[in-house]
């Protein structure tokens, strides 16, 4: 795990309106008319990949909005392993904790790109905009819907089925609200999906190119995921759910 590594840009140069991860994140919650509020209480920074940006265990004085690229949420298991517990991609909000500390760590996949509130700005906001602490619950009671659909995945879920839950919910997520993706963006290495599946990165390999063969995806290149068969892959997912 790197240091954190976050390097501070600017307060928002552009219009927030122009923001692509605007319509898919807890900014929607402020109106066209208010958006010099917004761009006044946040800084855009950028995470090198491979940085670390939310530490598991510290005080959440940060609350952060993803605009480009990709991130894993893990945390540090007694032993000393990692377990990998999610994925953020455009749009995601970042930071929300139940206690008074981060319940998980946040590192850069690939160069990542952040609007970051202070937790004093961001308390602000929410006694002016109360749109925007309904979103904000609403993005709380999400997180939950899909930490109990990861206990699902991790304890019912044979490894086939596993993964191809996994393509398809990044498929869905990676829409940012559109039509679910065709193609999907695997900037993640396979051991991390296996980290996050609980497999092995052996089988996710093993599975990814069962799929392959079985003409169910294609893989034109490594980070690279055509779904060539969703209704096959939906009903594989589901499998075992009767």
Do not use: W
Request: with cysteine; hydrophobic share 45%; net charge neutral.
């Amino acid at each position: 795990m790197s240091v954190r590594q976050i390097i501070p840009m600017v307060h928002c140069a552009q219009p927030c309106a122009s923001c692509e991860a605007r319509p898919y994140s807890v900014c929607n919650a402020i109106s066209d008319q208010d958006l010099a509020v917004l761009a006044a209480n946040v800084v855009q920074v950028a995470v090198a990949a491979g940085s670390t940006f939310i530490v598991e265990g510290e005080k959440p004085v940060d609350f952060y909005s993803v605009t480009r690229g990709t991130a894993r949420m893990f945390k540090m298991l007694p032993d000393g392993r990692r377990q990998i517990v999610g994925f953020a991609h455009i749009g995601h909000f970042l930071g929300l904790a139940a206690t008074d500390t981060y319940g998980f760590s946040a590192e850069a996949i690939d160069p990542l790109e952040l609007c970051r509130f202070s937790r004093p700005r961001m308390e602000a906001m929410i006694a002016d905009f109360p749109a925007l602490e309904r979103r904000l619950r609403q993005t709380a009671a999400h997180e939950l819907v899909l930490a109990q659909e990861q206990m699902l995945l991790l304890g019912r879920k044979t490894a086939r089925e596993r993964l191809a839950s996994f393509l398809l919910a990044q498929s869905a997520v990676q829409a940012v609200g559109r039509a679910p993706l065709a193609t999907v963006h695997l900037p993640m290495s396979r051991l991390d999906i296996a980290d996050y599946l609980g497999l092995t990165g052996e089988t996710v390999s093993r599975g990814m190119t069962k799929l392959r063969q079985d003409g169910l995806i294609s893989l034109p290149e490594p980070d690279r995921v055509v779904l060539n068969d969703r209704a096959t892959l939906a009903a594989i997912a589901n499998a075992d759910l009767g």
